[in-house]
């Protein structure tokens, strides 16, 4: 069973920092890790990804802000979210493109979330 377990969310004033880490356990390999973020009332929107091979894609909003970082030897995702505004408060998910075992394809995995909010 594919589990994420997330860590680091927070209150943080505007202009201040943080670190989110989710710890993927229960697969045989991954393709991609991800942060995606839900505010109150709008869609759930991609932050950052990372793949296997390292290219990372990151949403015009966190550019030169968020830096998002994986470490393979222990299935584990980091978002480094500096220079942090109100708008970017919102719940954070990690997503895992993952397998769970041979017999079953790659699917995506989701987080529980972690809270965000940046003060002004």
């Known amino acids: 069973q594919v589990r994420l377990m997330e860590s680091g969310g927070g209150l943080v004033q505007a202009g201040g920092s943080l670190r989110l880490s989710c710890a993927a356990s229960g697969t045989i390999s991954i393709n991609a890790m991800g942060w995606y973020r839900q505010a109150p009332g709008k869609q759930r929107e991609l932050v950052a990804s990372?793949?296997?091979?390292?290219?990372?894609n990151y949403a015009d909003s966190v550019k030169g802000r968020f830096t998002i970082s994986r470490d393979n030897a222990k299935d584990t995702v980091y978002l480094q979210m500096n220079s942090l505004k109100p708008e970017d408060t919102a719940v954070y998910y990690c997503?895992?493109?993952?397998?769970?075992?041979?017999?079953?394809?790659?699917?995506?995995?989701w987080g529980q979330g972690t809270q965000v909010t940046v003060s002004s």
């Open positions: 997503n895992c493109n993952a397998r769970a075992s041979a017999m079953l394809a790659s699917r995506n995995y």
């Open positions: 990372i793949i296997s091979g390292g290219s990372t």
